[in-house]
């Protein structure tokens, strides 16, 4: 008996260390990305403000916020049902399984985003949504990412389901930004050095958007390409061999909970964009996009801990140790929003210089900044407890938290934006960002007794 239970107790502890491993790995590797990730998104939009001006920044950036809000719809919420389903086939070697769920996400999600893609197009022609034939013809090229980064969307879900978790964000947090780089600083040095003058718009400073969104659409494409082979090499060769079998009906019913949470963070998350160019203008978005990036940076490690933590509350709660589930909140919490708080410090003490790097119209942007970072560490404070309950099918609370903050968000925008502009989209943007994290945080505690908060 002393040998089964000692026995026992080393399996514990080797679970628990290879647990550990995984998170450390999965942590350094997610942080590592991030940063490189952000350092070529702060370079990116230096460059693109640089060479189209603000205005074509602002209206790159509002085609941008459309790609992914039809990305929702276009995806289905078929990612989060890969995302959990497909871990539970791998443990349990249902290869058969994960070979039919991968295939029927992959069809359905390519017939829905090219139908959205025409369509949105289609409307947006029909209706004279579109200032002149140029922003047409920058949006069409725009939305035609829509099906790369929509299928694209599903690839994520798959490697973070098979613990590829780094594998899973490398091409869109370095290749796409990457290639969008060597592009925009191509032709940034070309202008520098005056060997443009083949190229008109180039000698004369302004970038059209149409040229933006190509650049911007090979560079998806070739990140898409990187994605694919990546999970091809990832999936057992089991998988490869097996013979699909379908659960259509499950898979589309799981799918409605993940398709919803999905709505309600892009519309929190793009609405301000969004509404800011249909209730003001171009540059006011481009100037609020900077100042929404800024804060963003606090993101960076909320986001790396719920990306590494996903697979391990799976395992956990799976196992049933609801103690060891409540300590990994409770750390997470605190590491969270410890490294948040260093980081919101060192942008509040560098912020004139970080606007400034964009130009002096984008300082107007300064106070939005602000208060978008409180927002943020609001959402560092409760750590990752919308993943913690999706991972352990609680999906329907966090629906619930998620939707009741979009529709404040929405409100809160037509109310705040007139009057107030920027300020009044960040005020907005935080508002909602606080209410789902005290939804959240309740949730959590009737289901877990825990608070996953950092106190």
Avoid at 110 to 133: K, T, Y
Avoid at 264 to 270: E, F, L, P, R
Avoid at 413 to 437: E, R
């Amino acid at each position: 008996m002393g040998s089964s239970e000692g026995n026992s107790e080393g399996n514990l502890e080797g679970q628990s260390e290879s647990l550990r491993r995984f998170l450390v790995k999965a942590m350094s590797g997610t942080v590592g990305l991030k940063i490189l990730n952000v350092g070529l998104m702060y370079a990116n939009s230096l460059l693109l403000v640089r060479l189209a001006g603000v205005g074509g920044y602002g209206e790159y950036s509002y085609i941008i916020a459309w790609v992914y809000i039809l990305l929702i719809p276009a995806a289905l919420g078929l990612e989060g049902v890969i995302n959990r389903e497909l871990a539970v086939y791998s443990v349990r070697r249902r290869w058969a399984d994960a070979k039919g769920l991968l295939g029927f996400s992959n069809q359905v999600v390519l017939l829905s985003s090219v139908l959205l893609a025409i369509s949105a197009v289609a409307g947006c022609w029909l209706l004279g949504l579109a200032e002149d034939s140029q922003a047409l013809l920058a949006f069409a090229i725009g939305i035609a990412s829509l099906p790369l980064v929509a299928l694209s969307r599903l690839r994520v879900g798959a490697l973070q389901a098979v613990k590829s978790v780094v594998a899973s964000q490398l091409p869109e947090a370095i290749v796409r930004p990457g290639i969008l780089f060597v592009c925009s600083g191509g032709l940034f040095a070309l202008q520098a050095l005056g060997l443009s003058v083949g190229l008109g718009w180039l000698a004369l400073g302004e970038l059209p958007v149409p040229v933006v969104m190509v650049i911007d659409w090979v560079a998806t494409a070739i990140a898409f390409y990187v994605g694919s082979r990546l999970l091809r090499r990832k999936l057992s060769p089991d998988l490869h061999q097996s013979r699909p079998q379908y659960s259509r009906g499950l898979w589309l019913k799981a799918a409605m909970p993940m398709l919803l949470i999905g709505s309600m963070y892009v519309i929190n998350g793009q609405t301000d964009s969004v509404m800011l160019g249909i209730l003001k203008d171009n540059e006011s978005v481009g100037v609020y996009k900077v100042a929404n990036q800024g804060a963003g940076l606090i993101s960076f490690v909320q986001v790396a801990f719920a990306t590494a933590l996903g697979p391990i509350f799976v395992a956990v709660f799976a196992a049933g140790d609801i103690v060891r589930l409540r300590k990994i909140v409770k750390q997470s919490c605190r590491a969270t929003f410890a490294l948040s708080a260093v980081m919101a410090v060192g942008l509040v003490l560098s912020s004139h210089w970080f606007l400034l790097m964009f130009g002096p119209e984008v300082l107007a942007g300064r106070t939005a900044l602000f208060i978008l970072m409180g927002g943020q560490l609001v959402n560092a404070f409760t750590g990752a407890t919308a993943q913690l309950l999706i991972m352990t099918g609680n999906d329907r609370d966090t629906a619930l938290g998620v939707s009741a903050s979009a529709v404040v968000n929405v409100v809160l925008n037509a109310v705040l934006i007139p009057p107030y502009g920027i300020n009044g989209a960040a005020i907005a943007t935080a508002i909602s960002m606080v209410l789902w994290n005290v939804i959240l945080v309740g949730f959590t505690y009737k289901h877990f007794k825990v608070m996953s908060t950092a106190v």
